[in-house]
């Protein structure tokens, strides 16, 4: 018998993780950001699990959201930092076995390691297996949001407080745009989406073309 398909909602991982992973700007605009994605990963069937170690994949697939998140910010404006892979894993209470097994390893620290190393040697399981999953990550956000320049748009949008916990008030584009993107209505359909971000498209500086040319690249690694 087929075992029981389970979604690792949105909802859940505010439940287990917070402000842990998303709250780069303290206005919580990279942490909606980042729901808009999540909202779209359990339509496309990428946060569903079975098993517990496809749950950490769906736990990683968040992680490797939230290191996205902090490298676009590092690169575009230098307010992302190093992400604390272990704190982050540790917050969520998982496994570091399962975690190796994703990439197809194991974790067997040797047993005269103190606790530091042996976070050391769960920092680059996590690495490993965050690498594993970015590619992929990449190629459905780029689809999700109708290619890499409104993936990019997206994220820069993101750091000039795009996507505010607050509805605006007397200002109906904006109401409606605002109304458009907490419903997720935005993705999906790139002549609207298209509407909200042609500022940030037409509007070209040196930070923006450097970080344009990152996405471009498929957002490789920054720090490791």
């Known amino acids: 018998m087929a075992a029981h398909k389970m979604t690792f909602t949105w909802e859940d991982a505010q439940k287990i993780s917070g402000d842990l992973l998303f709250d780069i700007y303290g206005d919580h605009s990279d942490r909606n950001w980042a729901r808009i994605v999540w909202k779209s990963m359990e339509r496309r069937g990428l946060a569903d699990f079975a098993t517990p170690e496809e749950k950490h994949r769906a736990l990683l697939r968040l992680i490797t959201l939230a290191v996205i998140c902090q490298e676009f910010c590092y690169i575009a404006w230098k307010e992302g930092e190093y992400p604390?892979?272990?704190?982050?894993?540790?917050?969520?209470?998982?496994?570091p076995a399962l975690v190796a097994r994703i990439t197809g390893g194991s974790f067997a620290p040797p047993l005269e390691l103190d606790k530091d190393e042996e976070d050391l040697v769960y920092e680059e399981a996590l690495k490993k297996a965050v690498e594993h999953l970015r590619p992929d990550l990449f190629r459905q956000m780029?689809?999700?949001?109708?290619?890499?320049?409104?993936?990019?748009?997206?994220?820069?949008?993101?750091?000039?407080?795009?996507?505010?916990?607050?509805?605006?008030?007397?200002?109906?584009?904006?109401?409606?745009?605002?109304?458009?993107?907490?419903?997720?209505?935005?993705?999906?359909?790139?002549?609207?989406?298209?509407?909200?971000?042609?500022?940030?498209?037409?509007?070209?500086?040196?930070?923006?073309?450097?970080?344009?040319?990152?996405?471009?690249?498929?957002?490789?690694?920054?720090?490791?």
């Not at 604390?84 to 496994?95: E, F, K, Q, S």
């Not at 109401?175 to 359909?189: A, T």
């Open 84 to 95: 604390p892979l272990v704190d982050w894993a540790d917050g969520m209470g998982m496994d």
């Open 142 to 224: 780029a689809d999700m949001f109708g290619g890499k320049t409104f993936l990019f748009a997206s994220l820069w949008k993101m750091g000039q407080n795009g996507y505010p916990d607050t509805r605006p008030e007397n200002d109906p584009a904006a109401v409606r745009e605002w109304d458009q993107w907490r419903n997720e209505e935005l993705l999906g359909n790139e002549a609207e989406f298209a509407e909200t971000v042609t500022g940030v498209i037409n509007e070209v500086d040196p930070e923006k073309a450097e970080t344009f040319d990152w996405v471009d690249a498929g957002m490789p690694a920054v720090w490791w």
